[in-house]
């Protein structure tokens, strides 16, 4: 069912800051990536406060379910801007490009255009045309007539700044334009004067100077303007505001217009005169002439794309800054860009604008529109290529004008759809026009016509509101129109869609049916012909009707036209009737368009005859012959239509070449006579010639006509005429078939009526024939008389007469019908005589059959029943029966031939089934003892093979092949017979495997003994003796054991291999060597790892060994290799370890200087174990052999001792490294490998600086000098380098690197901070002192020159902080509300700065000044807005602030109640987050944390920013802020020393996704962090944790993230929950 023609507001999708403003006269130009929305009128202003159009691009993308979205296009870095413009055109003239042409440039002055773009939206560029001028001599009126030109607009840095405020969407747009209030007089005359200065290229001057730069000339004329426009609106309802809406009110609310302009208010007036002076300023001032290559400039026009050209015609507008409409036409090539004006004749519409056109089969089409004068509903095409007019005298409605119009393709005829506008629909003209939103379709069939569709909607149901100037598009995979926007005394910005696929139809439409006709039972073939077959994917729908049936079937689409189907099965539904048909494709609707097709009853070939001299004998030989296939349907009747399918085929018998005789074709011909009759049509040789016809029926199976196959005769002495159908041969043929039909009846009446005595059986006998025989010929005895019939018909078609024989015909059949009634009496007549002589023969045939179950039950005593019976007795016993079954079958016969008269042949099965039992019982016996021939023959040859020449295999397939035989003799399983072959076979299949297994080469003399013991008998096994010797040992009687022996024997001589193979691989295995990095002289082992994973392949090989029954014979080796084996494994491993401490001890014990100072008695200990270990490694490089090494005696209990002491070594550094940790406590976030390089190059500072920033947040190096140039001596740092960002910070004084590492990297803090706050005071007394804060350049300067940029943010907030609650105290004054605009101001320095040209690092200090400003300015808006007071209030004290105290002389960061100290942490020169009011709460929620001695807890979804906020905070107030990534991996001992290292330094900890740690360690964790928590409330200075003393900084914090519900988390204890504050 099509959709309901029905308006639907379209709901917007998507990001909403993505929202299209309001606005008219734009245009919706569909392409491939969806509806290209440019230009139009929202509501904006240019920078003299007059309404301005704008250039915005956006893509309107359809969605399902009633929405849709606007994508905003970036345009190519390349790409130019059109100028802004409304009420211009737009035509898709390519696949990927959108022409655009003309259109307001400037409402007020107003100003049209005459340029034309070209939108690339494969690339999404715009490109400017320049128009080529017409050939030399050939310029037209028009282009005499032009006198002003439309300066080529180039999009530069300054045309871009002058248009960006025009960037602002929705809400702010609308306050920044009323914040202008009313335009006052001098800026009016700003306005004119910088219009006139503009067009003479003087600079540009802002509105506010306007009037200043004008002349008195210009001063005196406007303020008289003034005045008059003052008074004639005084007594008005409200002033001449310059808002958008104002300045497009409805005609019928506002007065007359004297010229007929689009905005017809007082001020409107008053603009028109001002314009006009303008305009003559620049006559007088001699402006450039129009641009002579286009038509002269206007807006509210069409342009209609007409082939390779464009056609436009009308408008409104003109050169500089005149208003007329226009009638001309011009002509865009698309080939050469070269304007052309048509000239043409006949009735040309009269000049408009506000008009619609389009353009269809080489005639464009002019609707509607207006002019100064009139308002028109007339239509007018124009005759392209005869350049002829012509009035269509086809109107609709009343006088509309800037309505919207779609040219829709539709099938059968195209549709044109026009939309709202402004209706004259009071007769009042322009000024009563009104708002309109009907609907109206016009036809382009033969005959043109309008329509209006009712809608299918509730009278409640909502509709677009009257409009004027909407765009309108149409979307063909959904067929429905698309609207947006539109004036209605307002700018709208609504999306509607009306489906108008009931009007339209689908994109396809139906023809004709081939063929028109076909069975009832369907599955017919037929082919439907149309148009638009692929324009619609989708599953092919057609349906049959007739009347309020219908029935439906799948089709499939060929090409555009073609579809093919099987028709449905209509034999219970429709029935045979004539339908209507039509097509659905996919979701589209049904066609409207339809096509007739007849069903009729199937033929049926049972039903249907063949006549005519093609299907007689003694036709004439080699010449044309023909018969007739007459169809008939179920109940008999002849059919009336064609189109059957029939199987034909036409053979004559001929002798080949070899003289045998074959069918050869016969070519003919068929006419189907499309009422019933297919005459076949042939010509044969002399002979006989056979013609089959079969039907192909509704299942598609071919079915014999009644009579087929025939077998005519040809012969070349045939009469004259003998191939026709009144010739002699049908003559003959009817009389000899009606004598035929007569004898027939004569004999069958005179045979039925035989008198029959008591007894008689053969009379009896012959009376049931001729009743039979009625029965048998009864359906041929109908074809013959239905033959006759329509063989005469034929005749009389043919003009021969032929009433005789159809009388004939007529008695014929009447006495046959007669006849039949006389045979079923005749019938009742001898059934009692037939039931007793049945009685009697029955009788005989139960004492036969009981005859033979006596037989049959002697036949299970013989002899070949019995396999001790022997071959030759048993066959002769087989013969003997043989012929008794013969001697049974010749009496059988006798009976059956009676039984069968009488009906009753079936008696005899009983005595057929006995019969038939004892034979096949026979056959199977002797089938039996010929197979046990066959297997004698076989056996007795291979026991007499020599041992050394047996092959197992074969004899094996033999015999079983053998045994396969005997399954196939079908005989009783359970016969002693079978059985006793069945057991000789049954010992050779177990024989000749256990042969197989026995000519293993593993078998030895030990296995031959067991086999011996085991049998009883003994032979001496060579390969000399015969199988016969190894049959007469009866192995078959032991085959579990000879297997077992057999497999003893294998697995034995795997294990032997193995055991060699073992022997052979291990003496070539040996340790490699490298030399130690520090000693080059100490070669360290290594076994590769191929030899590694050898030695676990043979560890598992002998494992293996032991798990198997034989091990006994070779336990011995077995047990050896599993030693020395394990022995290898072992202390390889060993050794590496040992190795791998060794050398990690060894760098610290022997070469660092401090950890000898430090751990004097471990060194010494180490000094041993170095000797132990040097010493094995050179006993190792001495044997090289692993096996050989690692099977020493007590090499494992001396690798183990060494280990041992080793680990002693290690314990005792680690203790070293836990002391340092305390005494520095940042090292606890550093690894133990990196820790041990700091402490292994304490003494040579610069070694320990590259490390830095794994401690240091922001430090990358120090820069370092050495006192009087010696590099032996300890450096001083004298700056620090960056590592986030770049920059380099020196110190005030140098920091001199001596004593301990831990010590100097103490005085690192302590240094950079002191530099930090040194550098922090200097800045701000000079920001104070110079007076930096009230000039935003200094200030930039300022910030780019500080030293340190941290420092120069910490200023910038101290004075922000001071510059609000200055204004707060200011409050009565406006104070708050001009801070607020003073850091806008400075806002906007800053940003003008990174205009100019700077370094890297100084641009990184400006953009992060400027997201601090931008958020301290919308905190200073919002204080505003919501008309805060006091610096008391919660929105001021919620923010974070920072105060220099002068009693500390330091700075203080402080929010709510919470006071914290500047950490004075070096952040380096790094980007900063920007700060929402979101942000602002959560640093409300995390201070206040830190305030009561809790930790903070955020969490949320992945990607929210939860651990950026939380480091952005740390560097707010200078704090380290280290990262900790929570794995499952981490234990309770990491996270003690984590807060270990946190709660000694001070710094902050934030652990990422911290519920990912398991249960376990998050309940140790609530243990440790409350006793961190508690020791902060107690204000202690030292605290227990996990069980060593640790100092305490209470400036730590401490955060963890989360995203609750994720895969693998965990839950928090209630306990630790409580010690973190969450934020959401």
């Known amino acids: 069912m099509p959709f309901p023609y029905g308006w639907i507001k379209l709901n917007q999708s998507g990001d909403a800051e993505r929202t299209v403003t309001p606005r008219a006269g734009h245009t919706l130009t569909p392409m491939s990536q969806g509806f290209f929305m440019f230009g139009g009128m929202d509501g904006r202003r240019n920078d003299q406060g007059n309404p301005a159009p704008n250039s915005d691009l956006f893509i309107l993308k359809l969605g399902n379910k009633g929405e849709y979205e606007w994508q905003p296009i970036e345009l190519d870095a390349a790409s130019q801007v059109p100028p802004v413009r409304t009420l211009h055109s737009a035509v898709g003239t390519s696949p990927d490009e959108i022409f655009i042409w003309g259109g307001i440039h400037s409402a007020m002055p107003f100003q049209t255009l005459q340029d034309g773009w070209i939108l690339d939206t494969s690339c999404m560029e715009w490109k ?445 539904t429709i029935g045979p009737k004539e339908c209507q048909v039509r097509v659905q494709i996919g979701p589209r609707d049904f066609t409207t368009t339809l096509a007739k097709y007849s069903y009729f009853l199937n033929t049926i070939a049972d039903k249907s005859l063949c006549f005519g001299p093609g299907m007689l004998q003694e036709q004439q030989a080699n010449q044309e012959t023909r018969f007739v296939i007459q169809c008939r349907n179920q109940n008999g009747e002849n059919r009336k239509s064609g189109r059957d399918e029939f199987v034909i085929t036409v053979q004559q018998r001929v002798v080949n070449s070899e003289g045998k005789e074959v069918l050869r074709d016969v070519p003919f011909e068929v006419n189907d006579q499309n009422d019933g009759k297919y005459e076949v049509k042939y010509i044969a040789d002399e002979g006989e010639v056979v013609v089959d016809v079969k039907l192909i029926d509704e299942n598609g199976k071919p079915q014999r006509i009644r009579g087929s196959p025939f077998r005519p005769t040809f012969s070349k002495m045939a009469r004259n005429k003998a191939n026709e159908h009144a010739g002699p041969v049908v003559t003959a043929w009817l009389a000899s078939t009606l004598k035929s039909l007569d004898e027939f009846y004569q004999n069958t009446n005179t045979g039925h009526q035989t008198k029959l005595k008591d007894g008689d059986v053969m009379n009896l006998i012959k009376v049931m024939n001729h009743i039979q025989d009625m029965y048998k010929e009864e359906d041929t005895l109908i074809l013959r008389q239905d033959e006759i019939f329509e063989t005469l018909q034929q005749l009389d078609r043919e003009g021969v007469p032929s009433d005789k024989q159809l009388k004939v015909l007529k008695k014929t059949g009447a006495n046959l019908t007669q006849l039949k009634e006389d045979i079923v009496a005749k019938e009742k007549e001898i059934q009692p005589m037939m039931q007793k002589e049945s009685a009697k023969y029955k009788d005989e045939i139960v004492a036969f059959e009981e005859e033979l179950k006596t037989y049959q039950g002697g036949l299970r005593k013989e002899a070949y029943y019995y396999y001790k019976s022997g071959l030759e007795l048993a066959q002769k016993r087989l013969n003997d029966v043989t012929n008794d079954l013969n001697s049974f079958d010749s009496r059988m016969e006798d009976l059956l031939h009676i039984a069968t008269n009488f009906n009753y042949p079936e008696d005899l099965n009983g005595s057929k089934k006995l019969m038939a039992a004892m034979r096949e019982d026979v056959a199977n016996c002797t089938g039996l003892w010929n197979f046990e021939v066959q297997r004698i023959k076989i056996t007795e040859g291979f026991l007499v093979i020599k041992w050394g020449n047996v092959v197992a295999g074969d004899m094996e397939d033999e015999i079983k092949a053998l045994f396969k035989k005997l399954k196939e003799v079908k005989v009783d399983r359970k016969s002693d017979c079978f059985t006793g072959v069945q057991d000789v076979v049954k010992k050779w299949t177990i024989f000749c495997p256990l042969i197989g297994e026995l000519r293993d080469p593993a078998m030895r003399t030990r296995h031959w003994t067991q086999l011996m013991d085991l049998c009883g008998k003994s032979i001496i096994v060579t390969p000399d003796i015969l199988l016969r010797d190894m049959w007469n040992l009866e192995l078959h009687k032991f085959p579990d054991a000879v297997e077992d022996t057999a497999d003893q024997a294998k697995q034995e001589m795997k294990m032997e291999n193995v055991l060699k193979k073992l022997a052979k691989e291990w003496t070539n295995v040996d340790f490699g060597f490298e030399p130690h990095k520090n000693n080059p002289e100490v070669l360290l082992p290594k076994l590769a790892d191929d030899k590694f994973e050898m030695l676990e392949e043979h560890q598992v090989q002998v494992q293996n060994m032991f798990a198997s029954r034989f091990l006994a014979t070779f336990e011995t080796e077995v047990v050896t290799w599993q030693k020395t084996l394990s022995n290898v494994a072992e202390t390889s491993a060993l050794l590496e370890e040992v190795k791998r401490s060794w050398v990690f001890l060894e760098n610290l014990f022997i070469y660092s200087d401090e950890v000898k100072k430090e751990l004097p008695e471990d060194t010494d200990k180490f000094v041993g174990l170095d000797m132990d270990v040097k010493e094995m490694l050179m006993n190792c490089n001495q044997i090289q052999s692993a096996k050989e090494f690692c099977n020493q005696s007590n090499i494992y209990q001396k690798l183990e001792k060494v280990m041992e002491g080793l680990e002693m070594c290690q314990k005792a550094l680690f203790e070293f490294m836990d002391g340092k940790k305390r005494a520095f406590p940042r090292f606890y976030f550093m690894s133990s490998n990196d820790l041990l390089d700091v402490l292994s190059n304490g003494n040579q500072p610069a070694k320990v600086v590259p490390q830095f920033p794994k401690f240091f947040i922001a430090i990358d190096s120090f820069d370092l ?89 910490l200023v910038q907030l101290v004075s922000w902080v001071l510059l609000v609650e200055q204004g707060f105290e200011k409050f009565e004054s406006n104070g708050v509300h001009d801070a607020w605009q003073e850091q806008a101001e400075l806002l906007l320095k800053l940003i003008e700065l990174t205009m100019t040209n700077l370094d890297k690092p100084t641009r990184q200090k400006v953009m992060c000044a400027i997201t601090l400003d931008a958020h301290n300015r919308d905190v200073q808006e919002r204080l505003v807005l919501e008309k805060v007071e006091s610096k008391d209030a919660f929105q001021w004290q919620s923010m974070l602030k920072c105060y220099w105290r002068e009693e500390k002389d330091d700075a203080s960061m402080e929010i709510c109640d919470a006071i914290m100290p500047y950490g004075y942490e070096y952040l380096g020169n790094g980007p900063r987050l920007v700060v929402t009011p979101l942000t602002d709460r959560i640093y409300v929620t995390a201070t206040q944390s830190l305030w009561l001695c809790m930790g903070c807890a955020p969490q949320g979804p992945a990607g929210t920013g939860k651990t950026e906020s939380t480091k952005d905070l740390a560097n707010a107030v200078a704090k380290a802020c280290y990262v900790i990534n929570a794995a499952p991996e981490m234990d309770y001992l990491s996270l003690a020393d984590i807060y270990k290292g946190l709660s000694s330094s001070g710094t902050w900890g934030c652990f990422d996704e911290f519920n990912r740690l398991v249960p376990e360690v998050l309940s140790v964790c609530t243990v440790q962090f409350k006793a961190v928590c508690d020791a902060i409330r107690a204000h202690q200075n030292r605290f227990m944790l996990q069980g060593d003393e640790i100092f305490l900084d209470p400036e730590i914090g401490c955060y963890i993230t989360m995203n609750p519900g994720y895969l693998g988390r965990s839950e928090l204890p209630e306990g630790l929950k409580a010690l973190f504050r969450p934020i959401t």
């Open 1265 to 1353: 000098e050495f006192p009087d140039g010696d590099e032996t001596q300890r450096p001083n740092a004298v700056g620090m380098n960056a590592c986030v960002g770049k920059e380099f910070v020196p110190f005030p004084e140098p920091l001199p690197l001596i004593g301990k590492v831990e010590s100097y990297l103490d005085k690192c803090i302590d240094w950079f901070r002191m530099a930090l706050k040194f550098f922090a005071k200097k800045d701000i007394g000079e920001y104070y002192e110079k007076k930096i804060g009230a000039d935003g350049v200094l200030r930039g300067k300022f910030i780019a020159d500080s030293t340190a940029a941290q420092c120069a943010l």
């Open 128 to 572: 400017p045309i320049h128009f080529k001028a017409a050939p030399a001599g050939n310029k037209g009126a028009a282009a005499r007539r032009m006198s002003g030109q439309i300066q080529d607009r180039s999009v530069d840095d300054a045309g871009r700044k002058k248009t960006s405020s025009l960037k602002l969407r929705g809400s702010k747009a609308r306050a920044s334009v009323s914040g202008r209030g009313s335009i006052s007089f001098s800026s009016l005359a700003g306005a004119a004067t910088r219009a006139v200065s503009d067009r003479r290229g003087s600079s540009r001057t802002s509105v506010a100077c306007g009037g200043a730069a004008g002349s008195k000339k210009w001063h005196g004329i406007l303020q008289k303007k003034m005045g008059l426009m003052l008074n004639s609106t005084r007594g008005g309802a409200g002033g001449g505001g310059g808002g958008g809406a104002s300045s497009m009110k409805m005609r019928k609310n506002a007065g007359p217009s004297p010229t007929g302009n689009l905005m017809a208010t007082s001020e409107e007036q008053f603009h028109e005169e001002l314009v006009a002076m303008v305009s003559q300023g620049q006559k007088d001032d001699g402006s450039a002439s129009a641009d002579p290559n286009a038509p002269p400039p206007r807006s509210n026009h069409t342009t209609s794309l007409h082939e390779n050209s464009l056609i436009l015609f009308g408008g409104h507008g003109g050169i500089g800054y005149s208003r007329r409409p226009f009638n001309d036409t011009w002509v865009l090539n698309l080939d050469n860009q070269r304007w052309t004006e048509m000239a043409c004749h006949g009735n040309p519409p009269a000049p408009r604008s506000g008009h619609q056109a389009f353009s269809k089969d080489g005639c464009v089409y002019i609707f509607a529109g207006w002019n100064n004068e009139l308002q028109f509903n007339d239509l007018f095409m124009l005759d392209v290529e005869n350049k002829d007019w012509s009035d269509v005298d086809l109107s609709w409605g009343a006088p509309r004008w800037n309505c919207s119009l779609q040219l829709v393709e539709a099938i059968p005829s195209w549709r044109v759809f026009v939309f709202g506008g402004t209706a004259d629909l009071t007769g009042e003209g322009r000024t009563g026009g009104i708002f309109d939103n009907r609907i109206g379709a016009l036809e382009l069939a033969d005959q043109f016509r309008w329509s209006d569709p009712p809608l299918e909607m509730k009278p409640d149901e909502p509709m677009p509101a009257p409009r004027e100037h909407s765009a309108i598009c149409y979307d063909k995979d959904e067929s429905r129109l698309i609207i947006f926007g539109g004036w209605a005394n307002k700018w709208l910005d609504d999306v509607w869609q009306i489906n108008v696929s009931s009007i339209v139809g689908p994109p396809y439409a139906i023809s004709r049916v081939v063929p028109p006709l076909g069975p009832v039972t369907g599955q017919m073939k037929v082919t439907v012909y149309g148009v638009g077959f692929l324009s619609t994917n989708g599953i092919v729908i057609i349906e049959f009707t007739a009347g309020k049936l219908s029935a439906q079937t799948q089709g499939n689409v060929i090409s555009d036209e073609i579809i093919e189907c099987l028709t449905p099965a209509v034999a219970t």
